[in-house]
Nanobody
């Protein structure tokens, strides 16, 4: 399994912005789908939520509640997530993930499960608080 490592988490004031990075051990363009997901503190993996996703054609998809506030892009071995106008409810561990086989970004509005992703990072905690 290829390695994914998130970075950029930390404390963000409400209304502020954040930018997370994910470093992959391989070129992310080789994945069928890549994405960002989040799990709020105290929640289980089954309650993990989709945030953003890029399919093999380079099309980005975003979870409906986050559209307009979230942008995802990739560059070689890097994956990025930018979020603006953050809220306290954005507090979560954010994970980058990738699908090696037949992944689809149709799952971005889903919750729980593995979202069709077979490769996950360990996550980076984002805390939105004043």
């Amino acid at each position: 399994q290829e390695r994914l490592v998130e970075s950029g988490g930390g404390l963000v004031q409400p209304g502020g912005s954040l930018r997370l990075s994910c470093t992959a051990s391989v070129d992310t363009s080789g994945y069928s789908a890549i994405g960002w997901f989040r799990q709020a503190p105290g929640k289980e993996r089954a309650e993990r939520e989709g945030v953003a996703c890029i399919d093999r054609d380079g099309r980005a998809s975003y979870a409906d509640p986050l559209k307009g506030r979230v942008t995802m892009w990739r560059d070689k071995k890097m994956m990025y997530l930018q979020m603006t106008n953050t809220k306290a409810t954005d507090t979560a561990v954010y994970y980058c993930a990738a699908s090696s086989y037949w992944g689809s970004c149709s799952v971005v509005n889903g919750k729980g499960g593995d979202f069709g992703m077979d490769n996950w990072g360990k996550g980076t905690l984002v805390t939105v608080s004043s």
